[in-house]
Every structure is written in structure tokens, then in C-alpha cells.
Nanobody, 123 residues
């Protein structure tokens, strides 16, 4: 089973910054698009930002101008720089990747997730 490993969450005051990191396995996986989702209690999971292998990005309207997604293809890692954080950004943030993985003699498509990291922004 493919595991994405994410880190960087924590407690921060409004107006502060955090940087999230998420790494896919270095072997047995071929990654295309990567992105970040978040889910607040009682709310639907929403797309925060996404980035293609070539570096094209898109963002939720609520984070445009404040968050920046980037990736390092050599490390199979995606980052989310979060600036000017607001209390409404409080949520569990999940890393996501789309690609292919090796299972026995087969190469299969997959949609992979990190374990989630808590981001809490206090007023």
C-alpha cells in the first residue's frame, strides 16, 4: 500500500505562517499530479491547491494570494506554504497524489493520501 508522509502542521496565531510537506515513496510509484485538501469538523473535504508534474497550479478562491503550492520532482515531494493564516483555515490537511504503483507483476493506477496533519489558527 502506498503511503504519503506529511508534516508541518501545528498551532499558529492569525497572520502567521506554516509550511506543509508531503513525500511519496521514492520507488515503486510514479506520480503525476499532487495536491492538498483540507477538512474542517462537520464540513466537506475541499481542494486547497493542486500542481501538475510540469508545475501548473490551481488554488481554491479562499486561499489565493496567501498559499503557494510547489513540488520537487526529484524528491517526489509537494509543499504548501501558507501565509497570512486565518482562523477559517483551521482544518486537517491531507496530501494527495495521483499516479501508478507496482503491485507484483502489475502496474496499477492509484490515488494516494497522506495521514493528515492538523493546522489550527487562533485569533
Amino acid at each position: 500500500q502506498v503511503q504519503l508522509v506529511e508534516s508541518g502542521g501545528g498551532l499558529v496565531q492569525a497572520g502567521g505562517s506554516l509550511r506543509l510537506s508531503c513525500a511519496a515513496p521514492g520507488s515503486g510509484v510514479s506520480i503525476n499530479d499532487m495536491g492538498w485538501y483540507r477538512q474542517a469538523p462537520g464540513k466537506q473535504r475541499e481542494l486547497v491547491a493542486r500542481i501538475t508534474r510540469s508545475g501548473n497550479t490551481n488554488y481554491a478562491d479562499s486561499v489565493k494570494g496567501r498559499f503557494t503550492i510547489s513540488r520537487d520532482n526529484a524528491k517526489n515531494t509537494v509543499y504548501l506554504q501558507m501565509n497570512s493564516l486565518k482562523p477559517e483555515d483551521t482544518a486537517v490537511y491531507y496530501c494527495n497524489a495521483e499516479g501508478f504503483h507496482t503491485s507484483g507483476d502489475y502496474v496499477l493506477p492509484g490515488n494516494y493520501w497522506g495521514q493528515g496533519t492538523q493546522v489550527t489558527v487562533s485569533a
